[in-house]
C-alpha cells in the first residue's frame, strides 16, 4: 500500500487523532492480533486469503476508515506479524498476550486514553469484515461518551465494536480470554448494534481457513 512501516506506540499518537473537524470526534482503530493461536498450530496472523495475510487484511481495512490513526496489537511471534502488518500507522507491543485477548483490550485502551474518544476494535482472524460495516459502526455512533456500537450476528454481539471514552476504564482493568463481554453488558452503558452475520466468521483452526477457501 505504499504506507511507511509501524513505529512503536510512544506517549502520543497522531496529530491527526485531534485535527478532525469538531463534530468528528476522533475514533483510533485498534487491531487485535497478538494470540498464539495455540488451536492453529502455526502464527495464524499470517495465514492467507486471496493473497494477504489476516493481519495485513484487517490492517487494511483500518487505514480505510481511520487512516493514520491505526494500531496494531501484537505479542506472539510479534516481528512476523508487525512485519505482515505493517501499513499500521502505531505498533503496542503486548508482552502479557498468553493472558488473553483482555490483556490486549487493557493495553490498547491505556495506550489510547489521552488521544481516542472511542477506540473501534477489530480482530485480526475475522476475515469476512469490511470496510463498509466499520463505517456504519462508527456512523452509528451518537458521539456519547457511553454509548458502545457493536456488531450484532449469530443471536450475539461482539467485534468489531466501538468503545467510547467512559468505557475506558473499564477496559484497561480486562484480563482473561472473555475479551470485554462484560463493559458491553455493563449497566452504565448504552448498546447500540449493527448487524453484519459474516463476523460470525473466524478462524481458530487450519480446517476452518481451508472451508473459508473452498
Request: one cysteine or more; glycine letters at 6%; charged letters at 20%.
Given at each position: 500500500?505504499?504506507h511507511?512501516?509501524n513505529?512503536?506506540?510512544?506517549?502520543?499518537?497522531s496529530?491527526?487523532?485531534?485535527s478532525r473537524?469538531?463534530?468528528?470526534?476522533?475514533?483510533i482503530?485498534?487491531?487485535l492480533?497478538?494470540?498464539?493461536?495455540?488451536?492453529?498450530?502455526?502464527?495464524k496472523?499470517?495465514?492467507?486469503?486471496?493473497?494477504?495475510?489476516?493481519?495485513?487484511?484487517?490492517?487494511?481495512?483500518?487505514?480505510?476508515?481511520?487512516?493514520?490513526?491505526?494500531?496494531?496489537?501484537?505479542?506472539?511471534?510479534?516481528?512476523?506479524?508487525?512485519?505482515a502488518?505493517m501499513?499500521?500507522?502505531?505498533?503496542?507491543?503486548?508482552?502479557?498476550?498468553?493472558d488473553?485477548i483482555?490483556?490486549?483490550?487493557?493495553?490498547?485502551a491505556?495506550?489510547?486514553?489521552?488521544a481516542?474518544?472511542?477506540?473501534?476494535?477489530?480482530?485480526?482472524?475475522?476475515?469476512l469484515?469490511?470496510a463498509?460495516?466499520?463505517r456504519?459502526?462508527?456512523?452509528?455512533?451518537?458521539?456519547?461518551?457511553?454509548?458502545?456500537?457493536?456488531?450484532?450476528?449469530?443471536?450475539?454481539?461482539?467485534?468489531?465494536?466501538?468503545?467510547?471514552?467512559?468505557?475506558?476504564?473499564?477496559?484497561?482493568?480486562?484480563?482473561?480470554d472473555?475479551?470485554?463481554r462484560s463493559?458491553?453488558h455493563?449497566?452504565?452503558?448504552k448498546?447500540?448494534?449493527?448487524?453484519?452475520?459474516?463476523?460470525?466468521?473466524?478462524?481458530?483452526?487450519?480446517?476452518q481457513?481451508?472451508?473459508?477457501?473452498?
Amino acid at each position: 500500500m505504499g504506507h511507511a512501516a509501524n513505529v512503536p506506540l510512544q506517549s502520543t499518537l497522531s496529530t491527526a487523532a485531534r485535527s478532525r473537524t469538531i463534530d468528528e470526534k476522533p475514533v483510533i482503530a485498534v487491531v487485535l492480533a497478538a494470540g498464539a493461536a495455540s488451536r492453529f498450530g502455526t502464527t495464524k496472523q499470517l495465514a492467507r486469503i486471496d493473497d494477504k495475510t489476516l493481519v495485513q487484511h484487517s490492517v487494511e481495512l483500518a487505514r480505510e476508515v481511520c487512516g493514520d490513526n491505526t494500531i496494531l496489537v501484537t505479542g506472539y511471534d510479534s516481528a512476523a506479524v508487525a512485519a505482515a502488518g505493517m501499513a499500521a500507522r502505531f505498533l503496542l507491543v503486548n508482552d502479557r498476550y498468553a493472558d488473553g485477548i483482555g490483556s490486549s483490550i487493557s493495553a490498547a485502551a491505556r495506550a489510547t486514553s489521552h488521544a481516542a474518544d472511542a477506540i473501534l476494535i477489530l480482530l485480526a482472524d475475522q476475515p469476512l469484515i469490511t470496510a463498509d460495516h466499520l463505517r456504519a459502526l462508527r456512523q452509528n455512533w451518537s458521539g456519547a461518551d457511553d454509548e458502545i456500537v457493536a456488531t450484532s450476528f449469530a443471536d450475539t454481539e461482539g467485534p468489531p465494536v466501538l468503545f467510547p471514552r467512559a468505557t475506558f476504564e473499564s477496559l484497561t482493568v480486562l484480563s482473561g480470554d472473555k475479551g470485554a463481554r462484560s463493559v458491553l453488558h455493563d449497566a452504565r452503558f448504552k448498546l447500540k448494534t449493527v448487524e453484519f452475520q459474516e463476523a460470525a466468521v473466524d478462524i481458530d483452526t487450519p480446517e476452518q481457513l481451508q472451508q473459508l477457501l473452498d
